[in-house]
């Protein structure tokens, strides 16, 4: 991937991307044929709430995908970036690791026996939508360690380092280590709406529309479908 | 009177001191003064600042109580054998500590090679623990305590352990009441420089020990959180960092590095 440097209009595409996009967003990276969006593209990953940071602070997006309606919200109070477009949900899941998942265990369970659980930090929405679950079942969430993004949850549960997690339904379906669903709790009431915006910057939003179209597009549905995201 | 130096290498120096002080000052200035002891006094800082001094004071005692053992040893060595050692030792400083932190899930990890047989045999559990922030802090502190020390050790004149030998000292009042209080300087700078980098562990403890307020969120871990969440009281707890650390530099001033 070669890249300019900042500065001049022939700078690369800069999408940042929430983490629980992680493996759609490469998919519409791998997926653009033609090549010339995805191999000038830089892709940004990072939990929402540091993404929401690093612009605040002066970092430039042409596209940015965040996960949450308060963090687009806050997004568009920059007033750099044109109004967003929703294009996919997911549900929060309770995960357990590999040695608990067939142990038939409630969510009350988890908390009764004295299991470790992780989270996301609350300004990420992952972790936002934790504590809204958590709260619903009166769950005390202090005891939960707070990781910086939904992938890092998931990789500790997938690990066993620590025994449940609450992470994105479809982190679940993307984890290939093992790890088990406990089934009907609430935690599926719970959802998070994924959207886009795009820069003010027209010379942005003319390079960048390639990449929209294959977001919003069938390539797009298609992929989201596969990795378990509903369409809004 | 030292000659003076050509202007481009002043210009230089001049650049690399505000290279650092800027982003520190820049700080400052973000601080939000007048709100400070309120935000200070948060439930969240309070519990990250107890958690934060305790574990660090600790790991910098387990730091100098296994450092100085090893730099002892080191001292007497010669050859490839000590520098391999000391390579293994010092890696810490250098390593990436969040790799520091996936090699001690690896190690000391429930699933880990040490930690499984640990937890199988005392039930001993350290992720997610407070002795898993104690065990991150000292895996980055004990590199600091073994240099030091190690250092002044190679500089004592062999001449006095001659004498007190010859005099009739034996092995243990010969290592404890004549080599290391000659190095007693060097013991301290150690202790405090081991303890302000454990202050200031962030990646192998939130790798490794996890994030839990109360528990393992130490005040660099709640400093990252708050970054995103409440920012006054981030800057407030990146100053008392900063400040610590500063103290304890100053403080220490030539004992760390040579002065003329």
């Not at chain 1, 949450?68 to 929703?86: A, Y």
């Not at chain 2, 003064?33 to 790991?59: F, G, N, P, Q, Y």
């Not at chain 2, 899930?105 to 937890?119: D, E, I, K, M, T």
């Not at chain 2, 996890?210 to 409440?230: C, H, M, R, W, Y």
Request: aromatic fraction near 6%; charged fraction near 15%.
């Amino acid at each position: 991937m070669v890249t300019a440097g900042c500065g001049g209009d022939d700078h690369a595409l800069r999408v940042f991307a929430a983490s629980s996009m992680t493996d759609f967003m490469g998919e519409i990276l791998a997926g653009d044929n033609e090549g010339s969006v995805a191999h000038s593209a830089e892709l940004n990953l990072a939990g929402s709430g540091t993404l929401l940071l690093q612009i605040d602070e002066g970092a430039r997006a042409d596209l940015v995908v965040l996960a949450g309606s308060d963090h687009m919200k806050h997004l568009m109070k920059s007033g750099d970036f044109l109004p967003p477009t929703e294009f996919a949900i997911t549900y929060l899941s309770v995960i357990v690791s590999p040695t608990l998942k067939g142990q038939r265990l409630s969510v009350h369970d988890l908390w009764s026996e004295g299991f470790q659980g992780a989270m996301c930090i609350v300004s990420a929405p992952c972790g936002e939508l934790a504590m809204k679950f958590g709260n619903s079942l009166s769950l005390d969430m202090k005891g939960l360690s707070r990781e910086p993004n939904v992938r890092a949850v998931l990789a500790k549960v997938e690990r066993g380092d620590v025994d449940f997690g609450l992470v994105y339904e479809t982190d679940f379906l993307a984890s290939r280590a093992g790890v088990g669903e406990i089934p009907g709790s609430e935690a599926s009431n719970f959802s998070t709406a994924y959207s886009f915006a795009i820069s003010k910057d027209a010379k942005a939003a003319a390079r960048v529309k390639t990449l929209v179209d294959s977001i919003t597009g069938e390539a797009g549905r298609r992929a989201l479908s596969e990795l378990g995201f509903k369409q809004p | 009177m030292t000659s003076r130096l050509p202007v481009s290498i002043r210009v230089l120096a001049v650049l690399a001191v505000s290279f650092v002080a800027l982003p520190l000052l820049s700080l400052l200035w973000r601080v939000p003064w007048a709100r400070l002891a309120t935000l200070l006094t948060r439930d969240a800082v309070m519990d990250a600042l107890l958690l934060s001094v305790t574990t660090s004071v600790v790991a910098a005692l387990i730091s100098l109580a296994l450092g100085v053992p090893l730099a002892l040893q080191l001292s007497r060595m010669t050859g490839l054998a000590v520098s391999a050692i000391r390579a293994v030792v010092v890696l810490p400083m250098i390593l990436p500590p969040v790799v520091g932190g996936a090699a001690l899930l690896f190690a000391f990890g429930r699933n880990g090679l040490v930690g499984s047989v640990l937890a199988d045999i005392t039930g001993l559990v350290f992720p997610y623990t407070i002795g898993g922030v104690v065990l991150a802090n000292t895996f980055v502190a004990l590199p600091f305590v073994v240099i030091t020390v190690e250092g002044a050790l190679r500089a004592i004149d062999p001449r006095y352990e001659l004498a007190a030998s010859t005099l009739g000292a034996n092995r243990s009042r010969l290592t404890f009441k004549i080599v290391l209080p000659m190095v007693r300087p060097a013991l301290i700078a150690g202790g405090f420089i081991a303890w302000a980098r454990a202050l200031g562990e962030f990646g192998a403890t939130i790798t490794f020990a996890g994030n839990i307020q109360g528990k393992t969120q130490t005040l660099p871990l709640a400093v990252f959180v708050a970054l995103e969440s409440d920012r006054e009281a981030a800057l407030v707890m990146s100053v008392l960092l900063v400040s610590v650390s500063l103290i304890v530099l100053v403080s220490l001033r030539d004992r760390w590095w040579p002065v003329r």
